[in-house]
C-alpha cells in the first residue's frame, strides 16, 4: 500500500512523498477501519429501531458493495484517497 501511495503522490507531484508523511498516510488508512466500527456500532441501535433488523442488515449491504467498487476503482483512479473513505465504509460495515 505504501508504495500505491508513493507512486500516486509522484505521479501528482513530481515529487515522491516523504517517510514522515508516508507512514503518516499509511497509519490514516489503517485506522480507518476500527475508526469505522465504532461509527458503526454508534448507529445500529437507531437504525434497528427505525428499520427492523432485516432492513437494517439490508442497508447494511450498502457499506459492503460501495467500498468494495472503490477500492476496486482506486488503482485505476490513481486515487489513495478512495482507499481511506472505502476503508472507513468497511470499518462501518463491520461495526453493524
Known amino acids: 500500500m ?4 508513493n507512486q500516486t ?12 508523511s508516508l507512514t503518516l498516510l ?3 488508512s489503517v485506522s480507518m477501519f476500527p475508526f469505522g466500527g465504532f461509527l458503526g456500532s454508534l448507529m445500529v441501535g437507531p437504525l ?3 428499520f427492523g433488523r432485516k432492513g437494517t ?6 457499506f459492503s458493495i460501495v467500498p468494495a ?16 473513505v472505502s476503508r472507513l465504509l ?6 453493524k
Request: with cysteine; glycine share 6%; charged share 15%.
Open 48 to 50: 434497528v429501531n427505525k
Open 9 to 20: 503522490y509522484y505521479e501528482r507531484n513530481n515529487n515522491y512523498i516523504n517517510e514522515f
Open 57 to 62: 442488515l439490508l442497508f447494511n449491504n450498502i
Open 69 to 84: 467498487i472503490l477500492m476496486g476503482c482506486s488503482e485505476v483512479a490513481r486515487s489513495f484517497e478512495m482507499i481511506i
Open 26 to 28: 499509511w497509519s490514516v
Open 90 to 95: 468497511v470499518g462501518i460495515c463491520a461495526g
Open 2 to 5: 505504501k508504495a500505491f501511495y
